[in-house]
């Protein structure tokens, strides 16, 4: 624990109504989650005020704190610890509408394996950096540097591994998430991609012949589930749950033999006659509107998607965008969601410099500009929106116009990713080469920032001299 801590935490705790008013803590990638038994007894403003918060907002039932990736892990272990609470779900999430329970628990999933993803992501764009021509000249770093392409083979193999087997990654979070046994939904993850089934990416190319067997007079394809990041998470939650109907209902003399048994042959049945078809159909439904989107609307789309792809962070849901990518990255090869989410969240990094700009005598808010636009750098907005850009509300706006013009450019340029999981600096990791993708990803960035600032010192002045 660090050393200010205690005092931090008297102060929170304080301003949360006191220990007896915190029913239940909780935390995502860079915010504290509360429930609290009376919201009444919350003092905002003293939350605001501490020193390390960067922003507060209320979401149905449930308070939650902006702290920022890393310090918010430290805090929420430090506030349990004094609270004597443990993680265990709280029973008054049932209090939060289906939507925000389906949208937490997707979150829950991901947040879960997002440090795999990001590795993988993270070296499937250097092995397209060692390996692609016209960065450096006419020849690839490995060309020109022969030596390291044995090195280059080990990051190749391990990026694509990763992603290979991420169906049994996400089954086996989501069954641990949904309250089964997680070693049933590895089990079931690593059916999923059984060598002796014939390889998805394969058959949809029509390369080999797929065997036909007859189950219960239904025709099922023996074809595995690579790249089947949304039915990884349906049948998770379909191994959770018979895991967790069968320990309640069957005899103990026989639980433990057959639980396990009877949960894995139903999932397996309910995967390749029902889960599996409903999934495929289902992503191939969410990649084929994404990509209509981006064929028959153009640029328009993009410029849409790009203006509010931040106030879907605000919603939260957009903690569902990481299946769409993964699904989106499976089917076609590249995702070119990631850099239209990436110059949304830039432009609201501008935002903030303007705003910062606006107020550059006073040390408080540049205190806070800066803390926000660090998190930004590194693809965390929600320092940002929930401490600057929301809470003023013109900011917010002149950094959605800014990710407009950014994603204006993304089209143009034809930029897109080979992996998905970050954004910002370490976004340009996973861009695509192609098209000098590397040289376009800087420049929609520095579009995004240089307009969001722009516009945000503009409507600031705009502002002040109507209040005169």
């Not at 007896?20 to 005020?49: G, P, Y």
């Amino acid at each position: 624990m660090r050393h200010d801590f205690p005092q931090h935490l008297e102060k929170l705790i304080s301003a949360l109504g006191g220990k007896e008013n915190i029913a239940h803590v909780t935390h995502c990638a860079t915010r504290l989650r509360l429930v609290l038994k009376d919201n009444n007894k919350t003092q905002i403003n003293n939350i605001e005020d501490l020193e390390k918060v960067k922003g507060v907002f209320t979401v149905g039932d449930q308070l939650q704190i902006i702290y920022g990736a890393g310090l918010v892990n430290e805090v929420c272990q430090a506030l349990k610890e004094r609270l004597t609470l443990d993680d265990s779900e709280y029973s008054s999430q049932q209090r939060q509408n289906i939507v925000q329970r389906f949208v937490k628990s997707i979150s829950d999933v991901f947040v879960e394996i997002m440090p795999s993803i990001l590795a993988a992501a993270l070296l499937m764009g250097l092995t397209s950096l060692l390996t692609t021509r016209g960065i450096f000249g006419d020849k690839t770093i490995i060309e020109i540097f022969p030596q390291i392409s044995g090195l280059n083979k080990i990051i190749s193999i391990a990026s694509s591994g990763i992603f290979a087997l991420l169906p049994m990654v996400v089954a086996w979070s989501a069954t641990r998430r949904y309250g089964g046994r997680p070693a049933l939904g590895l089990a079931i993850g690593a059916i999923m991609v059984h060598p002796g089934l014939v390889d998805a990416f394969s058959a949809a190319s029509g390369k080999v012949s797929v065997e036909t067997i007859s189950l219960f007079g239904l025709p099922v394809e023996l074809v595995g589930f690579q790249g089947g990041i949304i039915i990884a998470l349906m049948i998770g939650f379909t191994v959770a749950w018979l895991d967790k109907f069968f320990n309640r209902t069957l005899p103990d003399i026989i639980k433990f033999v057959l639980s396990p048994m009877l949960t894995i042959l139903l999932s397996s049945l309910l995967l390749f006659t029902l889960i599996g078809p409903v999934g495929r159909l289902l992503g191939e439904a969410i990649t084929g509107s994404l990509l209509w989107m981006a064929e028959y609307l153009g640029i328009v789309g993009y410029m849409i998607f790009g203006a509010v792809q931040q106030l879907i962070v605000i919603t939260g849901l957009h903690h569902t965008f990481g299946a769409i990518e993964g699904q989106l990255l499976a089917s076609t090869g590249r995702d070119f969601l990631n850099p239209l989410m990436s110059v949304a969240l830039i432009g609201q990094g501008g935002a903030v410099l303007g705003y910062m700009l606006l107020h550059r005598k006073d040390k408080k808010v540049c205190t806070l500009c800066v803390s926000a636009f660090t998190s930004i750098l590194f693809g965390i907005s929600e320092p940002a929106l929930f401490g600057v850009t929301l809470k003023y509300r013109f900011p917010l706006l002149a950094g959605c116009v800014a990710g407009a013009a950014g994603a204006a450019w993304v089209y143009l340029s034809k930029l897109t990713a080979v992996g998905y999981g970050t954004t910002a600096l370490p976004g340009i990791t996973i861009v695509d080469p192609a098209n000098n993708g590397h040289l376009n990803y800087i420049l929609a960035h520095l579009i995004a920032l240089f307009i969001g600032a722009l516009l945000t010192f503009v409507f600031g002045k705009m502002r002040h001299g109507q209040a005169k």
